[in-house]
Structures are given as structure tokens and as C-alpha cells.
């Protein structure tokens, strides 16, 4: 009897395909919600700054009947003309010093200041740091009659330094509280390796704090700098001469009784936001890298 037998075929069966995961198909589809809302964000930004910039080269009376979003039929630079014989450049000078000053010795004492935070222990310290943050909850506005009484008893009213003096101790805590937080993130074992070197507290911060703080140092330039170059209530209340006035104050320049010469203020505006535009130009690198400081760690 003969036996047959059948022959058997060997079959490679294929894995089955993994399912994707879902975070991952919802990542891959585009956000069309995202985009919409960062057009109009976008425009929001842009159409302001837009319509400055072309309104600034027209003519006054062009700028009743013409169309805001249109480009003027006929460009002119008389606007930038009478700003610049208006002496804008004397008002930019004072705003340049008193920015200046309020930057550099703000960033100093509050780098000393976030150090001694960092590094020490002691509850007076500590208490200190508390003071700081307390001054974040001071409005501006709540303090500008005690300090025109104090400034007039100095002798200090309409000059720069009763701008300046002021524009320091406001920017203060904020600037201490950006510098000890980054500070904080420092390792511990970097100041130990210095102090076993024989380093002193000086040295520490010069060749260690400075070079790993630039992108906090230069957050805190630029977020100060702003603050100082736009203040507005400061001047107002504590100047009053000609001379001593700021760039925003210019601004009164171009108003009338009846009417206000909007070309000329808008091309105030612009030759004002130019310094502005080069800070942010040349530190945009260290402003990047300070705000996103510790994200991920």
C-alpha cells in the first residue's frame, strides 16, 4: 500500500504592521487652528507698525484724504525734516543718558545682589531677597506724589537724576529676580572648585558668573533698556524745562491747541523705536538664550 504524502510548503508569515500612535498621527497633521491664530496675531502686530511707517511720509493735509492703508500718491521726508530741526536731537541725548545710567547701574547692584542671594545662607539674606520680590507689587502710580515731595526736598527736581534715581529702584526687582533664578542654575561644584583653588569671591564672579550669565544679562539689558527709553509718567511728573525733556515728552512738540501735526509725531515715533531696534539687533542672541534658560533641564 503506498503512502503518499503530501509536501509541505513552509510559509514566512509577515508581522502585522504596528498600529501608529495616536500622539504621533495627531502630530503629523498640520494645525490649521495654530496657523490662522498666528496669521492674525501676525497682522494684529504688523498693521500698526505698517501704517506709522507709511503715514510718517505723508503730508498733513494728504493724511485726512487719503487712504491710511494706502501708500501716500506723493512720498515726502518733510515730516523726518521738522522733527529733526524741532532739536530731537537734544530730547535723544537725555533719553540716552538717562537709559544709560539706569541700565548700568542697575545691572551692576542687582549682579552683586543676586551673588550674595545665591551663594549665601543667613536669613538676613534671605530675608532681603523677599524685600526684592515685595517691590514688584509697588504700582508706579502709587508712589510718583511721595517722590516728587522727596526729589523737591533734595534739590533733584528737573533734572535727569530725578528720572533716573527712580527708573533704578523700579527696575530692581524684577532684574534680581531674573538674575537669581538663573544664578540658581549654576552647579554648586563649579563655585567648590574654584574656592578650593584659592579664588576669591571677585575672581568667582568675573571669570565664572559673568561669562555663564550673558544670555540673563542680556535679557535684563534689553527688558530695562525698554522700560527706561518708553517711561512716560516719570518725566511728566518729575521735569518740567525744555531742555531736560525726553524723547517721549517730544512728542508734545507736534501737538497744537486745535490740532495735532500726526505725520510729524508718527515720524517721532519711528526715529525714537530705531535705537530700540539695534538693541534688539545685536542682542537678540543673548535675549533668545535668556528666556528660554532651563527649558528642558
Do not use: H, K
Request: hydrophobic share 50%; aromatic share 10%.
Amino acid at each position: 500500500m503506498a503512502v503518499t504524502t503530501s509536501p509541505t510548503t513552509t510559509r514566512t508569515e509577515r508581522p502585522a504592521e504596528q498600529p501608529r500612535p495616536r500622539a504621533r498621527r495627531r502630530r503629523d497633521r498640520p494645525n490649521v487652528v495654530g496657523a490662522v491664530l498666528g496669521v492674525v496675531w501676525l497682522a494684529i502686530i504688523v498693521v500698526p507698525i505698517y501704517y506709522v511707517v507709511l503715514t510718517s511720509f505723508s503730508e498733513q493735509g494728504e493724511f485726512y484724504t487719503r487712504n491710511p492703508l494706502v501708500p501716500p500718491g506723493d512720498p515726502t521726508l518733510g515730516a523726518y525734516r521738522q522733527v529733526v530741526e524741532s532739536g530731537i536731537a537734544r530730547y535723544f541725548v537725555n533719553s540716552v543718558l538717562v537709559t544709560a545710567a539706569t541700565v548700568v547701574v542697575t545691572v551692576v547692584v542687582c549682579l552683586l545682589a543676586a551673588y550674595t542671594i545665591v551663594r549665601s545662607s543667613r536669613r538676613f539674606v534671605r530675608t532681603s531677597y523677599s524685600l526684592f520680590l515685595l517691590g514688584l507689587a509697588v504700582p508706579l502710580q502709587a508712589t510718583i506724589v511721595p517722590l516728587f515731595f522727596m526729589l523737591g526736598q533734595l534739590d533733584l527736581y528737573d533734572t535727569l537724576l530725578a528720572v533716573i534715581l527712580p527708573s533704578i529702584a523700579f527696575a530692581i526687582p524684577i532684574t534680581v529676580l531674573v538674575l537669581v533664578n538663573f544664578l540658581r542654575d549654576i552647579p554648586r561644584e563649579l563655585f567648590e572648585s574654584m574656592f578650593v583653588d584659592g579664588a576669591t569671591n571677585g575672581q568667582i564672579l568675573l571669570r565664572l558668573v559673568l561669562p555663564l550669565a550673558r544670555p540673563a544679562l542680556g535679557t535684563v539689558v534689553i527688558y530695562d533698556a525698554l522700560q527706561v527709553w518708553n517711561g512716560f509718567l516719570l518725566p511728566l511728573v518729575l521735569t518740567q524745562s525744555e531742555n531736560i525733556r525726553v524723547l517721549p515728552l517730544a512728542l508734545w512738540n507736534f501737538q497744537g491747541q486745535f490740532s495735532i501735526d500726526v505725520p510729524a509725531t508718527l515720524a517721532a515715533v519711528v526715529l525714537s523705536a530705531i535705537p530700540v531696534l539695534v538693541l534688539y539687533v545685536v542682542a537678540r542672541r543673548q535675549l533668545v538664550s535668556g528666556l528660554t534658560a532651563g527649558v528642558g533641564r
